[in-house]
């Protein structure tokens, strides 16, 4: 594909809908990043020049087209200690240093890793993010008037009836304007965008984090650095699987990688904080219609206008309009078909995706729940691995001769399955080993080997193992303790 066609594709097909779907995010964006903002501990800009800045940037060096990426819950909750005890520049420099260890992730192709994320994993992780933007919408219904609910209601009225009057315009911008319109005319007492925190009137300015540059500023950030990276990048992976199923197109990770450190060291000089892709504001581009780098793009700077420009219009912006476009992102978001997949699905499969939710939702910690998830599609897949691995014994007509056939993968959890298969009671002067249906993964796997050789020897058996491929037959060339050279060899055939 040539760069004019790939530049095409990626930025100018279907220039209207994007520009629509990009409005939608700005708008939805702004109360998000006051949130994260007042998360953080810092001033509710500081949240709204990252969104802006984040969108941009990633829109343009970022993986995966259509992906929404700005300041987030998951890396907010990560600055709270730093802002407090060290003050806001340290956190500036922070999110420099998050995006060159982001850029070395991708220089190390790190983004690879997502093959070992399963598909149990990333739904127990969808509908953990789909459960929680629906109970982040709660404060905004707790001890409010019927008003609110009113506005609530009828704007997921227009969210899921426009549709069918037509789908060029995204529902959920239609529900905002005219939520917006009606509260000004009518005067009714709700929330509003202004009550969760002041607009910048100015654009952000670039300038150096005023730390001092020596190894102690590095000690301070580097741990908060290192751990905002990791969970953005973990949530930036997860988020552009996703968007790649819901599109059915496939996305680069490894340049998101890089995307997404790109776009933080350039926030840190902006004077704002770190963030990565945001799964709920993905999924409203994509429902809208985005599918390209222009509705990022468009979204980041749209936003960046709105709170400079046209602050004290969307100050005036009622909070359940954009309650119930989360509401629709949430019940979107969630898979539904994993509620009833549980029963006709493994039960590993199920238990994994439910642990990733509990966890999640538990601790409010992406990854420690996605960590928990890999952590157990790894032990269930070891044990049903484990579980295809057998030993048949063959003794010769004069008793002599015994012939161990070993089928399947021996590793560190099939591994005890070989040594207990061996009967050590009643040794013939030879044993014979077959391993041709067998591979040998790990040292654990050629210590189990070690063992059975070595014992058996003790019993006055001479050992012959046969049929080692070659990636085995190294192995235990170069761990096996039976095959050093103050040892009597065992024959390899």
């Not at 061996?422 to 249906?437: E, F, K, T």
Request: net charge neutral.
């Amino acid at each position: 594909m040539s760069i004019v066609t790939r530049f095409r594709q990626e930025w100018l097909s279907n220039i209207p809908t994007e520009i629509l779907s990009g409005t939608l995010v700005a708008l939805a964006l702004i109360p998000e990043a006051i949130g994260f903002s007042i998360v953080a501990g810092v001033d509710p800009k500081i949240g709204l020049y990252a969104s802006f800045s984040i969108a941009v940037v990633t829109s343009i060096v970022g993986g995966r087209p259509a992906m929404i990426s700005a300041a987030t819950a998951s890396t907010a909750v990560l600055m709270t200690t730093l802002v407090r005890d060290h003050g806001i520049q340290y956190l500036f420099a922070a999110t420099v240093l998050m995006g060159v260890l982001q850029v070395a992730a991708g220089a190390a192709r790190l983004g690879l890793l997502m093959r070992f994320v399963s598909r149990s994993v990333i739904t127990g992780f969808v509908n953990a993010l789909a459960i929680l933007i629906f109970l982040a919408q709660v404060p905004q219904l707790t001890g409010v008037g019927w008003e609110t609910y009113a506005m609530v209601a009828a704007g997921l009225a227009i969210i899921y009836l426009f549709p069918f009057v037509t789908k060029r315009v995204p529902s959920g911008l239609v529900s905002i304007v005219v939520l917006t319109g009606f509260a000004m005319f009518s005067g009714l007492q709700v929330h509003t965008v202004g009550d969760m925190g002041e607009l910048p009137s100015s654009l952000p300015m670039f300038a150096l984090p005023n730390v001092p540059l020596n190894f102690e500023t590095l000690r301070i950030i580097f741990p908060y650095s290192l751990t905002m990276a990791a969970v953005g990048l973990l949530e930036s992976l997860l988020t552009a699987q996703i968007v790649d199923d819901m599109t059915d197109t496939g996305s680069n990770k490894n340049r998101e990688c890089v995307g997404q450190g790109v776009a933080n060291f350039v926030t840190g000089f902006l004077g704002a904080m770190g963030g990565c892709a945001m799964i709920g504001q993905s999924v409203i581009n994509v429902t809208a219609g985005g599918r390209t780098r222009l509705s990022t793009f468009f979204a980041g700077c749209l936003l960046l206008f709105l709170i400079v420009v046209l602050g004290d219009w969307v100050k005036q912006i009622p909070m359940p309009a954009l309650v119930a476009v989360m509401i629709m992102v949430s019940i979107s978001t969630f898979s539904w078909s994993s509620v009833t997949n549980l029963r006709s699905y493994p039960l590993s499969s199920s238990v994994v995706m439910l642990a990733t939710v509990v966890v999640v939702v538990g601790t409010g910690d992406l990854s420690m729940g996605v960590l928990v998830g890999v952590l157990l599609s790894g032990v269930f897949f070891a044990a049903k691995v484990a579980r295809l691995m057998s030993v048949e014994a063959m003794r010769s007509e004069d008793g002599r001769v015994v012939t161990y056939v070993v089928t399947g993968q021996v590793f560190f959890a099939s591994s005890n399955v070989l040594t207990e298969a061996i009967d050590y009671q009643d040794v013939p002067p030879q044993v014979r080993i077959d391993v041709g249906q067998a591979h040998f993964w790990d040292v654990t796997a050629i210590g189990a080997l070690d063992v059975i050789v070595l014992k058996l020897r003790r019993h006055g058996a001479e050992v012959e193992i046969i049929g080692l491929n070659e990636a085995s037959a190294t192995m235990v060339e170069r761990f096996a303790s039976h095959r050093r050279p103050d040892k009597p060899k065992t024959a390899i055939h």
